[in-house]
């Protein structure tokens, strides 16, 4: 267990709506770190967070945003929902800043499927 | 920019057989190294890291070394066992953990 949750595991939903995903990182890590895997495109980096702000953008699409909280939970929106959207989303959080590391390593949660018919 | 180049799968051997994965990298100064694990249904979790050159990561009976004049962190392991079944990724992060790259991970099938 990495400590890292992600809710909900599963989710079916249909083309153009939107759906929310939850992350809470590890207790004390600032930055949270969010992936799409598909079949066909590997691991892709969407976007980071650290301590409620931005931090580094990936392959995002414009149609999704993320945010972070106070609490430094997170949430990943979707929306506009297309067929190609179905994907593994993991979220992971680090370390990085909080205990002077000088390397950024990331603890993985379980990902959440997301499934768009 | 920076980036990892990682061997392609997938890979299948018998167990009990030698595993070697490769790596290599591309960075602008001293980036730390990580192989992480993806077994089946599950999420990554880290196998082993390296955050200086030279410095040898090992868990589980693999090990990689950081080798900054190769550019290459390269996993092995000695025997290899059918639960070692699963996708492997390289990775690296620069020093100011902005970025973190992943390779496109390599799939490793390990028959009895």
Request: net charge negative; aromatic share 12%.
């Amino acid at each position: 267990d990495s400590g890292v949750t992600q809710t909900p595991k599963h989710l079916i939903t249909a083309t153009g709506q939107r759906v929310t995903l939850r992350c809470s990182p590890r207790s004390g890590d600032l930055s949270v770190y969010w992936y799409q895997q598909s079949l066909d495109q590997g691991l892709q980096f969407l976007i980071q967070y650290y301590n409620g702000e931005e931090r580094a953008k990936g392959n995002i699409l414009e149609r999704f945003s993320a945010q972070q909280f106070p609490d430094l939970h997170s949430e990943l929106n979707l929306s506009s929902l297309e067929l190609g959207d179905s994907a593994l989303y993991f979220c992971a959080s680090s370390p990085f800043g909080t205990s002077g590391e000088t390397y950024n390593e990331q603890f993985f949660g379980p990902g959440t499927r997301l499934t768009v018919l | 920019g920076d980036s990892v180049t990682q061997m392609e799968g997938p890979v299948t051997l018998s167990e009990e057989a030698f595993l070697t994965i490769n790596c290599t990298y591309t960075a602008t100064g001293y980036p730390s190294l990580f192989w992480y694990v993806q077994y089946p249904g599950e999420g990554l979790q880290l196998l082993l890291k390296a955050t200086k050159a030279d410095d040898k990561g090992s868990n589980k009976g693999f090990e990689a070394t950081y080798r900054k004049e190769t550019t290459s962190f390269h996993l092995e392991k000695g025997s290899v066992q059918v639960s070692d079944s699963a996708v492997y990724f390289c990775a690296l992060s620069d020093r100011t953990g902005n970025q973190f790259y992943f390779g496109t991970g390599t799939s490793l099938t390990v028959i009895p």
